[in-house]
């Protein structure tokens, strides 16, 4: 079966790095899109970044432009996400998610399988 495990969270000071990883098994990676969200305390998920695998398409959201980078090992099947320069407003759960077909967006109702999450927290 589908399954998604994250890692890679915990706390780091403001202006730090972190790296997310998204370990994938039970599908093959070519036929999926795979997105990272995030949910913060009382707040919404929100739609971090995405990659399309097979036609390397990326996206990411405004907030995170230019500071995290979404990549992929397709002999590892994982998907990273690098975090630089975080913000305490980047403190939240992180999850990633899969949905099968090739575009790639951040609309949270078309992934179907989801990870459990990793903590990052982003403090001084």
């Known amino acids: 079966q589908v399954q998604l495990v994250e890692s890679g969270g915990g706390l780091v000071q403001p202006g730090g790095s972190l790296r997310l990883s998204c370990a994938t098994s039970?599908?093959?990676?070519?036929?999926?899109?795979i997105g990272w969200f995030r949910q913060a305390p009382g707040k919404e998920r929100e739609g971090v970044s995405c990659?399309?695998?097979?036609?390397?398409?990326?996206y990411y959201a405004d907030s995170v432009k230019g500071r995290f980078t979404i990549s992929r090992d397709n002999a590892k099947n994982t998907i990273y996400l690098q975090m630089n320069s975080l913000k305490p407003e980047d403190t939240a759960i992180y999850y990633c998610?899969?949905?099968?077909?090739?575009?790639?967006?951040?609309?949270?109702?078309?992934?179907?399988?989801w990870g459990q999450g990793t903590q990052v927290s982003v403090s001084s």
């Open positions: 998610a899969t949905r099968r077909g090739t575009i790639c967006d951040l609309v949270r109702t078309k992934y179907n399988y």
């Open positions: 039970g599908f093959t990676l070519d036929y999926y899109t």
């Open positions: 990659i399309s695998v097979s036609f390397s398409s990326t």
